[in-house]
């Protein structure tokens, strides 16, 4: 397996424009996590999927940030519209009982 | 709730010198913890978890953690430090067991001097 892919690895984006953040998670893996990373916050769990439904949103920040995962191959981040404050490294995890893996992040810079 | 305070945000050592990162938790029923360890421009990678049973958690790398009730406490040791070991380290807890609910500490950046 190729591990969590994570794509785009680095997003440069304008205050007040789409931002989709993509995740493929390792195959057999039933929940997938997102999480924001930042210097001032530290790592935050935003929202989890189990068996691709949402099962905790509360680290969501805003209505502005919604997350999907439409089958157990993938799942999307999205903000809209974004804002300087979002900037941040988004990783997507998926884990099943015994073990847990973190993609290698997105970079997200908003300006 | 539950937390996770980690001592020293700033860790450096000498290659080959005995690695001490330090995590103490606070969590009102029997934690599950963990720490994991990210190195520049990737993500987390989990070293050792801690459910129950054998207090002495053995990790990958030669890491290995005790988790002590009586002091709250869940230290990462490693006798002999290499390079490759330069990275930051996250201590966690969960109430669950599981990875759904996990709180991360702040972490701790390791510095190995050569």
């Known amino acids: 397996d190729a591990g969590v892919i994570q794509s785009p690895r680095h997003e440069v984006t304008e205050m007040g424009q789409e931002v989709t953040l993509r995740c493929k998670p390792i195959?057999?893996?039933?929940?997938l996590f997102w999480y924001r990373q930042t210097m001032m916050r530290g790592l935050e769990l935003l929202i989890y999927?189990?068996?691709?439904?949402?099962?905790?949103d509360s680290g969501m920040p805003e209505d502005r940030f919604s997350a999907k995962m439409p089958n157990a191959s993938f799942s999307t981040l999205k903000i809209q519209p974004s804002e300087p404050r979002d900037s941040a490294v988004y990783f997507c995890?998926?884990?099943?009982?015994?073990?847990?893996?973190f993609g290698p992040g997105t970079r997200l810079t908003v300006t | 709730a539950q937390s996770v305070t980690q001592l020293g945000s700033h860790v450096s050592v000498s290659e080959g010198a005995l690695v001490l990162l330090r995590c103490n938790y606070s969590?009102?029923?029997?934690?599950?913890l963990f720490w994991y360890v990210q190195y520049p421009n990737q993500g987390l990678q989990l070293l050792l978890k801690y459910t129950t049973g054998a207090t002495l958690v053995k990790g990958i790398n030669g890491f290995e953690a005790e988790f002590k009730k009586s002091e709250t406490s869940f230290h990462l040791t490693k006798p002999s430090a290499h390079m490759s070991d330069a990275a930051e380290y996250f201590c966690a807890v969960s109430d669950t067991g599981g990875y759904q609910k996990v709180t991360f500490g702040t972490g701790t950046k390791l510095q190995v001097i050569p």
């Open positions: 999927f189990n068996n691709n439904v949402p099962i905790d």
């Open positions: 195959s057999g893996h039933d929940y």
């Open positions: 995890a998926s884990s099943s009982v015994n073990e847990q893996y």
């Open positions: 969590s009102s029923v029997p934690p599950y």
